[in-house]
């Protein structure tokens, strides 16, 4: 009998695990014992850490795009198509593109984040973001055009992707404007939602001083709770007004309903264990990346590491031995500090970061992992 | 029934939540409430016992009270 392992995302978590299954299962995979199929509603894989750099024109969105198929080793089945509904109890799944529902062994989520600003009143409207190609792309259009005024980033909601990415974009931008003779004329304000510039004690205590010292200004305890777009003016719950010429934001981040509806947990993120990243409501189901709710960052790098567990952990599984892999929470992070300027973070459930003092060094070791990135969702690097 | 006596009209249960994971979640469900309503926040974080009372007062709602249980810390906000 051919057990069958149901991938479904084509993101850094779900391809990574893909290949990754393709090595580790190769006899049983020849043999015909294991079917691999990974179902994305996209045919190309998006990385996404290049939409950082597209506002200040120095990437292009399609530098974040290949072709799944290309990415996947060819013993897995690539199914481009969307999961209209899980069965967990009847280890079922139905795909839009086909009548009959679909049985499966194994089911993995890696379905990753979608961005709802919707959430907050006139945000879609008057927001720009780099979270998302076109968002991306509408934030170049204004920024590369900015010469003065008030730039204001707003992180509007916790967990978002890449919790790093907040700080580096006013680095970048403060950076930016210094090179080319315009920061006296824009001022940079930075919001976050709890006290701290970060969620992250130790990175918030670093990232501070360095914000102070760049003039860019700080409003902790801001959630965002409306924007009026005629006025120019973010409002937050606890009752501050900031007028903006260009407003940057993180939008609210939620996964996608389909998880919610299956009962595996809230807002889109399925409900784990956080060191074995198997569902708590069901059977035979894991969650990787985004999609698992384990407190750790929505970050690359951590969807990769879990992809590796989950891969030992199934293999284990198929071969009727204990499986004993787990996830310790390690993250792995570059925080760009400007412009040729980065620091590195690595944490763990139990070791807590320290920002290693930025370097140009670390700067060009941030762009050259994101030129090997593809090695990385081949599962080679 | 809590030794407050205080009835909560919602609960956020965040235990085993990092930080700033509990803080996040009242203020998600505080977004979603009519004003006047309680908000029963369970965590077991230590870094609550500070950013609840802290946020609650910068944002102007109150922080009703504070229960310690056995593993976890119970706190009763009213949206204002």
Not at chain 1, 134 to 153: I, N, P, Q
Not at chain 1, 205 to 212: C, K, L, N, V
Not at chain 1, 304 to 311: E, N, S
Not at chain 1, 320 to 334: E, I, M, N, S, W
Request: hydrophobic share 35%; charged share 30%; aromatic share 8%.
């Amino acid at each position: 009998m051919t057990e069958d392992i149901v991938i479904v995302g084509g993101g850094t978590g779900g391809t990574v695990l893909a290949n990754d299954l393709a090595d580790r299962l190769e006899p049983e995979l020849d043999a015909g014992d294991v079917r691999i199929t990974l179902v994305n509603d996209d045919p190309d894989h998006v990385y996404k850490p290049v939409w950082l750099y597209v506002p200040f024109g120095q990437r292009e969105p399609e530098d974040g795009r290949r072709r799944l198929q290309s990415l996947v080793d060819d013993a897995v089945d690539v199914r481009i198509d969307r999961v209209t509904d899980i069965d967990t109890d009847a280890q079922q799944l139905r795909y839009h593109e086909a009548d009959e529902p679909i049985d499966y062994d194994y089911l993995v989520l890696a379905t990753g984040s979608t961005l709802a600003p919707e959430e907050i009143p006139g945000l879609a409207e008057a927001g720009h973001d780099y979270y998302s190609e076109e968002g991306s792309e509408a934030l170049r259009e204004e920024l590369l055009s900015f010469t003065e005024g008030d730039l204001v980033l707003s992180v509007v909601g916790t967990p978002h992707m890449c919790p790093a990415a907040p700080l580096e974009f006013v680095f970048m931008a403060d950076d930016w404007f210094r090179e080319r003779g315009l920061r006296e004329d824009v001022d940079i304000t930075y919001t976050y939602p709890i006290q701290r510039v970060h969620g992250n004690p130790h990175i918030a205590e670093w990232a501070r001083p360095i914000m102070e010292e760049r003039d860019i200004e700080i409003e902790t305890f801001f959630n965002a709770e409306s924007v009026d777009p005629a006025s120019e003016t973010i409002t937050s719950m606890e009752g501050t007004d900031l007028d903006y010429d260009l407003l940057v934001t993180i939008p609210p981040h939620r996964g996608i309903d389909l998880i919610a509806e299956a009962g595996l947990g809230d807002k889109g993120w399925v409900e784990v264990d956080k060191h074995t990243l198997e569902a708590e409501a069901a059977e035979n189901v894991y969650a990787l990346g985004d999609t698992a709710d384990t407190g750790v960052p929505n970050a690359g790098s951590v969807a990769h590491y879990q992809a590796g567990v989950v891969g030992q952990r199934l293999a284990s599984e198929i071969r009727g031995r204990p499986a004993t892999a787990t996830y310790d929470g390690k993250t792995l992070c570059f925080i760009e500090t400007g412009m040729d300027a980065a620091s590195f973070v690595e944490f763990d459930y139990e070791n807590p970061p320290s920002p290693a003092p930025p370097s140009q060094k670390l700067h060009w070791s941030k762009l050259a992992y994101n030129e090997s990135y593809w090695l990385t969702a081949r599962g080679l690097l | 029934m809590s030794e407050s006596q205080i009835e909560a009209d919602e609960t956020v249960d965040a235990r085993g939540a990092a930080c700033p994971g509990p803080l996040m979640d009242l203020i998600g469900k505080i977004r979603d409430v009519d004003a006047g309503t309680v908000v029963l926040l369970l965590s077991d974080n230590e870094q609550s016992r500070t950013d609840v009372p802290e946020w609650a007062e910068e944002a102007g709602n109150e922080l009703l009270a504070v229960e310690e249980r056995e593993d976890h810390y119970e706190f009763y906000v009213e949206k204002s």
